[in-house]
Nanobody, 124 residues
Framework: QVQLEESGGGSVQAGGSLRLSCAAS????????MGWFRQAPGKEREFVAS????????YYADSVKGRFTISRDNAKNTMYLQMNSLKPEDTAVYYC?????????????????WGHGTQVTVSS
């Protein structure tokens, strides 16, 4: 079992940066695929980025590639999402998620554990 808690959300102007953190409890965090998803008002939850247990395999949605960086520190049981050059369309609730079996890096259905989300608002 893993419990996840996001932090670091907030309001920024377009072009600004934020760093999200996802703190995990549970001794098996370092074996899980971890991911970030987001959900904007009136839209479905969408994949943002994911990372395997070692950090050696990383994937990004095309919409954030080159602007966002996912990373993890297994010693601290924490995952991060550095978000640069933020755009108004990045406004959403951001969720961290953990997948025990790692059957998919992209599909929310593959992730069993979810945080409660943190709001990111980008103004133009």
């Amino acid at each position: 079992q893993v419990q996840l808690e996001e932090s670091g959300g907030g309001s920024v102007q377009a072009g600004g940066s934020l760093r999200l953190s996802c703190a995990a409890s549970g001794h098996t965090f370092n074996t899980y695929v971890m991911g970030w998803f987001r959900q904007a008002p009136g839209k479905e939850r969408e994949f943002v980025a994911s990372v395997n247990w070692s950090g050696g395999r990383i994937y990004y949605a095309d919409s954030v590639k080159g602007r966002f960086t996912i990373s993890r520190d297994n010693a601290k049981n924490t995952m991060y999402l550095q978000m640069n050059s933020l755009k108004p369309e990045d406004t959403a609730v951001y969720y961290c998620a953990g997948s025990r079996h790692g059957t998919s890096f992209y599909s929310s259905h593959a992730y069993e554990y979810w945080g409660h989300g943190t709001q990111v608002t980008v103004s133009s």
